[in-house]
């Protein structure tokens, strides 16, 4: 959206406005605003008050005393207003949007261009100080607040250590115990009396020094077990004391740094009667044992904020750069801070940079896979939250009541940042399920472990809101090297996905394939797929039931799969029903029961579950088996789309894939990724130009044939050759691009 009017400098007061008063409080407003002229105006996107509710264009103007206010027009009654001499302004490098945080309320808007945003922060500026006095008071503080993160940090790092030291040590004496009890029955609460000391502790009674009389304690435990335990262990202590005197040696060498620190971060020139009040105060809050905790509770988990700040001096208006610690994945950012009031704390990160860093956070894992263990460093959250505005999903679907919804082409906004090849990979999340199946050999146990496979495919809906996978193209594919999965768009009309995965005596292929039509309030899915399961040489098939979109118009929407499913043995005359119950109004919800029939007909087994929580095998009237639980969701789920943990790794590009995947595999599509990064135009964009490209083909006659699977009857089947090729580069395989 484009600003009706740059936004410029005007030197007119604001006397034509409306503040919705009465007649003498009126008069008042206009005598009082017609003083100090408008500084700035113009349009910008502003943060609604309610979550999950976007952004709307409001017209800003900012006085020459300070005040900043909104309306919806201009001429109209002020919506709010702050006053930015009690404030804190932040931005961050490379993006338009501007965070004011005053002592009443909070403004989160957006310029609507580079130029608007440039203004705008020209205009703050002049509420800004950036003399020489302000610099140096600035960069003071900056000093002493990267020395409270260093030292914070290495703090708890150096408390951590001295944890495990305890627990270290507790172990090898409780060995000593066990290696020989008779001479030392009375270790245990000896060594238990230096562990309530806490002598290894960060910063924990400073002042007293049990140490010498701990190893002295440990010394005499020694010479009573020294000819008892085994040479080997014997040279485990002997290290162990090494560690430890090690561990002291650096414990000392903390407590002095800290010593220092406090000394330096002090300021240099001579104090002020008000500074000579407050310089011991800020030393005991360096030294200090009650603020030593208040310092490591302040450096948490990448969640929280990592820096602790101090009450903001009293040295007038400042800008300052914040300078974050390189080893700290928050994105670089600015902070303007006006204050007048020294007793007004403003030095805050915003949570907006809060959500940032949690949205970046990853983790390294040591995954096991068909081709061995790999180290992987795996995201947990997305680079960007879902939008909030989809559009007027009812504009378009009221034109197509009764009718197959995939022939119909939506905005991108109603997309998620999945295919529907990776979202097929979901149904395979608990694919461990399947390597339990394999290594029982009881039939009921067998079919029960598939049943709860079968159904656990379910449980990443549990927070969908309806949006829907891209499309892929004709011979589009996806790999998940967890499972050796495989997936390929086989037909374009009407669409087909056929996928592969295998694991240690097991072997997984289905066809995902259906319809989808509209009815007034639900969209209901109609799957015509087969699944089929290959362990040993027994082979198990099951259809799913449908599934439904409800209250696509007004209210939550959420997903409900009703009917049942049937998982019948090819092999053997073992068969499971799964009834999945329609939700009633009453009652607990996503309920799933199973019945386990034999040969004749009755019933062999029971199970009973959630397809969203977990499912269990039932023993006897009060045995329970715990077949299957759900994983947990991430904490901010329904800002990411609803994906679970595992769906957040689909589309991501992680090192042990880089330069192995075909130029075919769904990673590369960029308008999934567009989507991701939140460039919803770019997305559009790419997504458009992505179906031309396939159009051109069909009508050049080159559509792409399905290259990794082949038609058989009403199923596909995996023909093979796709790891082969991965593991040798592609250079024998000619696999030409898609987009």
């Known amino acids: 959206m484009k600003s009706p009017k740059d936004s410029t400098i005007s030197g007119l007061g604001p006397a034509s406005l409306n503040l919705g008063l009465s007649s003498t409080s009126i008069t008042n407003s206009v005598v009082h605003m017609a003083g100090p002229p408008i500084l700035f105006e113009g349009w910008v996107l502003k943060k609604r ?22 309306a919806f027009e201009p001429g109209q009654p002020i919506r709010d207003q702050i006053h930015l001499n009690h404030a804190a302004i932040s931005t961050a490098p490379g993006r338009k949007d501007i965070h004011i945080d005053s002592n009443t309320a909070t403004f989160h808007i957006k310029c609507l261009s580079t130029d608007d945003f440039n203004d705008w922060m020209s205009a703050f500026r002049k509420f800004v100080t950036t003399g020489f006095e302000a610099k140096r008071a600035s960069t003071h503080r900056q000093s002493s607040r990267q020395a409270s993160v260093n030292l914070n940090r290495s703090g708890v790092l150096l408390e951590e250590i001295g944890n495990s030291v305890i627990e270290l040590e507790n172990s090898i004496m409780n060995l000593c115990v066990d290696l020989s009890p008779p001479r030392n029955h009375s270790l245990n609460k000896r060594s238990e009396k230096p562990g309530k000391e806490s002598k290894f502790g960060i910063f924990k009674r400073p002042h007293h020094h049990p140490h010498s009389m701990h190893q002295d304690n440990n010394g005499d435990n020694q010479q009573n077990t020294n000819h008892s335990i085994p040479e080997s262990l014997q040279e485990v202590r002997t290290k162990f004391d090494v560690l430890k005197a090690q561990y002291s040696a650096l414990l000392k060498s903390m407590q002095a740094s800290l010593s220092d ?18 310089a011991p105060t800020h030393a005991q809050r360096v030294n200090t044992p009650v603020t030593r905790k208040s310092m490591r509770d302040s450096m948490t988990t990448a969640s929280e904020s990592f820096v602790e700040w101090f009450d903001a001096e009293d040295d007038g208006p400042q800008e300052f750069i914040m300078d974050v610690p390189q080893d700290a994945s928050e994105p670089p950012s600015r902070m303007l801070s006006v204050t007048n009031d020294s007793s007004t704390d403003t030095s805050s990160i915003d949570t907006d940079f809060e959500d940032a860093l949690l949205m970046s956070a990853s983790i390294l894992v040591t995954e096991t896979t068909p081709f061995g263990q790999v180290q992987v460093i795996r995201r947990t959250q997305l680079p960007c939250p879902a939008p909030t505005d989809e559009g007027s999903l009812f504009a378009i679907l009221k034109k197509n009541v009764g009718k197959d919804l995939s022939t119909i082409t939506f905005p991108v906004t109603f997309n998620e940042p999945l295919t529907l090849l990776q ?24 079919i029960s472990y598939i049943a709860a496979f079968a159904m656990s495919g ?10 829907k996978g891209f499309n892929p193209m004709l011979a589009e594919t996806f790999e998940d090297i967890r499972m050796k999965f495989i997936a390929e768009k086989v037909r374009h009309n009407p669409l087909e996905i056929a996928y592969h995965a295998e694991g240690e005596n097991w072997e997984l292929s289905a066809t995902s394939s259906g319809r989808t039509k509209f009815w007034g309030k639900s969209l209901e899915v109609i799957p015509l797929g087969i699944n089929r399961l290959k362990i040993g040489s027994d082979t198990y098939v099951w259809k799913k039931p449908s599934s439904f979109m409800r209250n696509l118009m007004v209210g939550t929407k959420y997903f409900e799969h009703t009917g049942k499913m049937t998982i019948e043995s090819t092999t053997s005359p073992l068969r499971c029903v799964l009834d999945f119950k329609q939700n009633g109004y009453w009652g607990p919800t996503n309920v799933v029961s199973g019945t386990i029939h034999d040969s004749n007909g009755d019933i062999a087994g029971q199970l009973d579950g959630k397809w969203d929580d977990q499912m269990c095998q039932m023993l006897d009237a009060s045995h329970l088996h715990v077949l299957w639980k759900i994983n947990s969701f991430p904490k901010n789920a329904p800002e990411s789309y609803g994906f679970t943990s595992y769906g ?13 995947l075909p130029p075919t595999d769904s990673r590369h599509r960029p308008d999934v990724r567009a989507l991701e990064n939140g460039e919803l135009d770019l997305a559009e964009e790419e997504k458009l130009r992505i179906e031309q490209v396939q159009r051109d083909r069909r009508n050049r006659g080159e559509e792409r044939q399905p290259r990794w699977f082949r038609q058989v009857g009403d199923e596909w089947q995996y023909t093979g050759g796709y790891w082969e090729n991965r593991s040798r580069g592609w250079k024998q395989a000619e696999v030409p691009p898609l987009w």
């Not at 979550?51 to 206010?69: E, H, I, V």
């Not at 957040?648 to 192995?660: A, Q, R, S």
Request: hydrophobic fraction near 30%; avoid cysteine; glycine fraction near 4%.
């Open 49 to 70: 008050r309610k979550k999950m509710q976007g952004f709307a264009r409001r017209y800003f103007t900012l006085y020459q005393s300070g005040l900043l206010s909104y």
């Open 261 to 278: 620190a406090a000394q330096q971060t002090l300021p240099p020139l001579p104090y002020t009667p008000e500074e000579e009040e407050e």
């Open 423 to 446: 979202r097929a990979a979901e149904e395979v999340e608990y694919f461990s399920l399947l390597d339990e199946a394999a290594r029982v050999s009881d039939p009921i146990a067998r």
């Open 458 to 467: 379910y449980a990443h809906t549990r927070h969908r809101t309806g949006r």
């Open 648 to 660: 957040i790794t689909l589309n991501e590009l992680t090192n042990d894939l880089v330069g192995k």
